[in-house]
């Protein structure tokens, strides 16, 4: 294939390997499974030998490749291909046409696998609602297609992993039973993220900053991601999830285990993963009465977004006008260890707000005494910022002297993009894949970490089940009061991104 414009990877090239999608006429394989793959391809990442083989129903090849092909020039225009280049890529598809509960979809699904001489290892991944994963694993193990005998037998599943701990718990125990856990890997994509990678090597690759991570020094820690897109067509999902259940229970909780763990023993899947699990198990249980006190939810209204007018959650297609759904959720946890007593965890996050950022926050303690006769303008606590998107990159801010002969402070912030040369950051999906096809689970969830992260907010789940109203925010802005509160006794509170 002829090279197209892409970022230089770096990374072993996977074994050859059988790539079956399930839900491969869906948006998820159109919009990033496809264009990951064929970014790896390019860059010498996937084994030339890999072959992709879509189960789908009601289309044909012609209308399923077509889609496909549309979807690179749509959503990775950084990999333009053109009919040529296209036919040539198509030459490694096979298509699989059936139900998801039909015998014969896996018995056609089977046949295709050992038509591909050669090649033993296979990887499934479910781009299917997650209603639907179990019926696929109990379709693989009765056709033996989960069976490691010669090659590796991987699923991939998407988030959610259930609904709440029950629904998760039942889906883990479904899923045990008919395949190996170390055969299972959950995908967190924002675990993918190259600058969330970033934090452990800033974190374990510096000496600086381990003998301030700690509540000696540390006031508070925000993690946060802020949205300017609303619902769009998921209006279906997002009714029964809210942002709750959306963001914090995978994404933001996955990130503040990475960001309070202590140093694993080494860098494999199960010594980091074992320090995540520490985290969670070490997160404050919240009590019923607590909840108004430790959480926000609140759900945009009509407002103006990036100039445009938008409408309100409760106008969106597929939206009852009187949804009490959040579309913005906050939680101040606590972490009961040596190194965390008393410091503030802060997750949030909302949709239509004034911009896309996400960013950690750790906001150190005020200094000590003020010795400058800096009224107007008093020193501030310093803080330490991981921004996650956009921009990704690392910011400290500072107190600096105003230039002129009065020792007044100004605030300065020095920058430090994470990528220098302006140079494209991996995608998330293509090093999830990698790791999928390459065997390292690490930036994957195990089944006790979803269970745990489940329980954390179960009591928030439950103090919210009946609720019949919320608090309204204007799209595009930042007017929650209900968030100052939050923040009580948190130096310099809300930061709101800039
Ligand atoms: C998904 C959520 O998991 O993550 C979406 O379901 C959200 O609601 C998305 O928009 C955000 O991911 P990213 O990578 O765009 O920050």
Same mark, same amino acid.
């Given at each position: 294939?002829?090279?197209? *414009?892409?970022?230089?990877?770096?990374?072993?090239?996977?074994?050859?390997?059988?790539?079956?999608?399930?839900?491969?006429?869906?948006?998820?394989?159109?919009?990033?499974?496809?264009?990951?793959?064929?970014?790896?391809?390019?860059?010498?990442?996937?084994?030339?030998?890999?072959?992709?083989?879509?189960?789908?129903?009601?289309?044909?090849?012609?209308?399923?490749?077509?889609?496909?092909?549309?979807?690179?020039?749509? $959503?990775?225009?950084?990999?333009?291909?053109?009919?040529?280049?296209?036919?040539?890529?198509?030459?490694?598809?096979?298509?699989? %046409?059936?139900?998801?509960?039909?015998?014969?979809?896996?018995?056609?699904?089977?046949?295709?696998?050992?038509?591909?001489?050669?090649?033993?290892?296979?990887?499934? $991944?479910?781009?299917?609602?997650? =209603?639907?994963?179990?019926?696929?694993?109990?379709?693989?193990?009765?056709?033996?297609?989960?069976?490691?005998? /010669?090659?590796?037998?991987?699923?991939?599943?998407?988030?959610?992993?259930?609904?709440?701990?029950?629904?998760?718990?039942?889906?883990?125990?479904?899923?045990?039973?008919?395949?190996?856990?170390?055969?299972?890997?959950?995908?967190?994509?924002?675990?993918?993220?190259?600058?969330?990678?970033?934090?452990?090597?800033?974190?374990?690759?510096?000496?600086?900053?381990?003998?301030?991570?700690?509540?000696?020094?540390?006031?508070?820690?925000?993690?946060?991601?802020?949205?300017?897109?609303?619902?769009?067509?998921?209006?279906?999902?997002?009714?029964?999830?809210?942002?709750?259940?959306?963001?914090?229970?995978?994404?933001?909780?996955?990130?503040? !285990?990475?960001?309070?763990?202590?140093?694993?023993?080494?860098?494999?899947?199960?010594?980091?993963?074992?320090?995540?699990?520490?985290?969670?198990?070490?997160?404050?249980?919240? /009590?019923?009465?607590?909840?108004?006190?430790?959480?926000?939810?609140?759900?945009?209204?009509?407002?103006?977004?990036?100039?445009?007018? !938008?409408?309100?959650?409760?106008?969106?297609?597929?939206?009852?006008?009187?949804?009490?759904?959040?579309?913005?959720?906050?939680?101040?946890?606590?972490?009961? =260890?040596?190194?965390?007593?008393?410091?503030?965890?802060?997750?949030?996050?909302? *949709?239509?707000?004034?911009?896309?950022?996400?960013?950690?926050?750790?906001?150190?303690?005020?200094?000590?005494?003020?010795?400058?006769?800096?009224?107007?303008?008093?020193?501030?606590?310093?803080?330490?910022?991981?921004?996650?998107?956009?921009?990704?990159?690392?910011?400290?801010?500072?107190?600096?002297?105003?230039?002129?002969?009065?020792?007044?402070? *100004?605030?300065?912030?020095?920058?430090?993009?994470?990528?220098?040369?302006?140079?494209?950051?991996?995608?998330?999906?293509?090093?999830?894949?990698?790791?999928?096809?390459?065997?390292?689970?690490?930036?994957?969830?195990?089944?006790?970490?979803?269970?745990? %992260?489940?329980?954390?907010?179960?009591?928030?789940?439950?103090?919210?089940?009946?609720?019949?109203?919320?608090?309204?925010?204007?799209?595009?802005?930042?007017?929650?009061?209900?968030?100052?509160?939050?923040?009580? =006794?948190?130096?310099?509170?809300?930061?709101?991104?800039?």
């Amino acid at each position: 294939m002829q090279e197209g *414009k892409v970022t230089q990877c770096i990374g072993e090239p996977t074994e050859p390997t059988n790539i079956v999608i399930f839900g491969a006429g869906g948006d998820l394989t159109k919009r990033k499974l496809i264009p990951a793959l064929v970014k790896m391809l390019r860059c010498g990442l996937l084994h030339t030998d890999c072959k992709i083989i879509g189960v789908l129903k009601g289309r044909t090849r012609e209308v399923w490749l077509e889609a496909l092909h549309q979807g690179i020039n749509q $959503y990775a225009p950084e990999l333009p291909m053109d009919a040529q280049q296209w036919q040539e890529f198509t030459t490694r598809f096979k298509m699989v %046409s059936g139900d998801l509960e039909s015998d014969q979809t896996y018995l056609d699904l089977s046949e295709a696998l050992e038509s591909l001489e050669g090649r033993t290892n296979a990887m499934f $991944y479910c781009a299917i609602p997650p =209603n639907w994963y179990t019926t696929v694993a109990a379709g693989l193990h009765k056709q033996g297609l989960a069976l490691e005998t /010669e090659g590796f037998r991987r699923v991939v599943i998407e988030k959610p992993f259930g609904m709440d701990l029950e629904t998760a718990r039942q889906l883990n125990h479904d899923l045990q039973e008919l395949l190996n856990e170390s055969q299972i890997y959950r995908i967190d994509h924002y675990l993918g993220k190259e600058s969330v990678q970033n934090l452990l090597v800033y974190r374990f690759a510096n000496s600086i900053l381990e003998p301030l991570w700690n509540r000696n020094f540390i006031d508070h820690i925000q993690i946060s991601a802020a949205e300017s897109i609303g619902i769009e067509y998921r209006a279906n999902y997002y009714e029964k999830s809210g942002a709750l259940r959306d963001m914090i229970q995978s994404h933001l909780m996955q990130v503040m !285990t990475l960001v309070a763990m202590e140093p694993p023993v080494e860098f494999t899947a199960d010594a980091v993963r074992d320090e995540k699990i520490k985290v969670l198990r070490a997160v404050r249980q919240i /009590e019923t009465s607590s909840v108004p006190h430790q959480t926000v939810a609140a759900q945009y209204g009509s407002g103006t977004v990036n100039d445009e007018k !938008t409408k309100a959650y409760v106008a969106e297609d597929g939206v009852s006008p009187d949804s009490v759904s959040e579309t913005f959720a906050a939680v101040r946890l606590h972490i009961d =260890n040596w190194r965390w007593q008393g410091v503030p965890f802060i997750l949030w996050t909302g *949709k239509r707000l004034p911009k896309r950022v996400s960013e950690i926050v750790i906001r150190f303690r005020k200094p000590p005494f003020n010795l400058f006769d800096t009224h107007a303008n008093p020193p501030i606590a310093n803080s330490l910022v991981f921004r996650l998107h956009p921009d990704e990159g690392i910011f400290l801010r500072m107190n600096a002297k105003m230039p002129g002969l009065t020792t007044d402070t *100004k605030r300065m912030v020095m920058r430090a993009p994470y990528s220098e040369d302006g140079a494209d950051v991996s995608d998330a999906y293509e090093v999830l894949l990698h790791d999928v096809l390459t065997g390292d689970a690490t930036l994957f969830s195990r089944a006790d970490e979803v269970e745990k %992260s489940w329980s954390i907010i179960e009591p928030i789940l439950n103090a919210w089940k009946d609720r019949i109203s919320v608090v309204r925010y204007r799209a595009g802005t930042w007017d929650i009061p209900e968030m100052d509160a939050l923040f009580e =006794n948190c130096v310099g509170g809300w930061h709101k991104p800039s």
